[in-house]
């Protein structure tokens, strides 16, 4: 079965510095989000992407991230300058145009911000 | 926005047993109410969804019924398994927007 793939699983960075997450959605499918759970919170939304552009993204998404499809298979979220608050899970997760119903999730990357 | 409750945070049940998870919306735009099932250290699995225009749907131990009046939807999983230990998150999303709305999930223990 296709999977949405996250690296890294687990990550741990310094307050202030940048960090990438990466993930490679289903290859057929072109609805690509990003979304995030802090712990013991509920997942929320952060961001979706169509078409190379940012079709919807949320209160949570300020200038301090970012979204790029640099190929035809990575999808990454970027995170200029860490805080503290931004340690959570963060998964990726990819639709097929064709079916709005549920999308499939990879196994996200934790992020710690030490 | 959309706000989606969801109850109980826990549950524990006796393998063989039903279990039932309960989640409120509050936005009456919203259209689609998928479920999500979550292993320990996995991302979110789809394992059943529902549509406004239908009131219940089953998929064999596992049904999904909706009440869009009241606006909740319930999960209802029979003949529990210790596989089916796991968190469960329910999910709003209305007809205008990409993005789901989620619960603050269950965790689901089935005790052999």
């Known amino acids: 079965e296709p999977e949405v793939t996250q690296t890294p699983s687990h990550q741990v960075t310094q307050m202030g510095q940048e960090v990438i997450l990466r993930c490679v959605p289903i290859?057929?499918?072109?609805?690509f989000y990003w979304y995030r759970q802090i712990l013991g919170q509920k997942v929320e939304f952060l961001v979706s992407f169509y078409n190379n552009e940012i079709s919807e993204k949320s209160e949570i998404f300020d200038d301090q991230f970012s979204v790029e499809r640099p190929d035809g298979s990575n999808f990454t979220l970027k995170i200029r300058s860490t805080k503290l608050e931004d340690s959570a899970m963060y998964f990726c997760?990819?639709?097929?145009?064709?079916?709005?119903?549920?999308?499939?999730f990879g196994s996200g990357t934790r992020l710690t911000v030490v | 926005g959309e706000n989606v409750e969801q109850h109980p945070s826990t549950l524990s049940v006796q393998e063989g047993d039903s279990a039932v998870i309960k989640c409120t919306y509050s936005d009456s735009a919203s259209n689609y109410f998928p479920w999500y099932k979550q292993e320990l250290g996995k991302g979110p699995q789809l394992i059943i969804d529902i549509r406004s225009n239908v009131g219940e749907k089953k998929d064999q131990r596992i049904a999904v019924t909706l009440n869009k009046t009241a606006k909740h939807f319930s999960l209802h999983i029979t003949e529990t398994q210790p596989e089916d230990s796991a968190v469960y998150f329910c999910a709003a999303r209305s007809n205008t927007g990409n993005q789901f709305y989620f619960g603050t999930g269950t965790s689901l223990t089935v005790i052999p």
């Open positions: 997760a990819s639709s097929d145009v064709r079916n709005l119903g549920g999308y499939t």
């Open positions: 290859s057929n499918h072109l609805y």
